[in-house]
């Protein structure tokens, strides 16, 4: 039901700006997280957002780097993500929930109900 989009192979320093669509009105309510997975590791905690507080959570690696808006009338949401490094290399994945997470819940997979097939981000010069 999500589809995540907008991977490239981008610079160091550069930016990108990965989408993640639905197919229904998943993103009104409940949280949307974005996790990466890069060759070899387990996959990994990006960003967080739950939408009735709009507050978020960041993981270390991306914290002042990356950030997650919403486009409600074109249920979409974005990961806006600058000043890459090659550490960002990883197929991206959105993910979201219709439950109402607490803050540190954000960071669980376990806690998402549906999930897009991921796109590619290379980072490299």
């Known amino acids: 039901q999500l589809q995540a989009s907008g991977g490239g192979l981008v610079q160091p320093g550069g930016s990108l700006r990965l989408s993640c669509s639905a197919s229904g009105r998943i993103f009104s309510s409940g949280a949307t997280g974005w996790f990466r997975q890069a060759p070899g590791k387990e996959r990994e905690f990006v960003v967080g957002?739950?939408?009735?507080?709009?507050?978020?959570a960041y993981g270390v690696a991306v914290k002042g780097r990356f950030t997650i808006s919403r486009d409600t009338a074109k249920n979409l949401v974005f990961l806006q993500m600058n000043s890459l490094k090659a550490e960002d290399t990883a197929i991206h994945f959105c993910?979201?929930?219709?439950?109402?997470?607490?803050?540190?819940?954000?960071?669980?997979?376990?806690?998402?109900?549906?999930w897009g097939q991921g796109t590619q981000v290379t980072v490299s010069s």
């Open positions: 993910a979201a929930t219709n439950s109402n997470l607490i803050l540190s819940s954000l960071r669980d997979e376990i806690r998402y109900d549906y």
């Open positions: 957002i739950r939408w009735n507080s709009r507050t978020t």
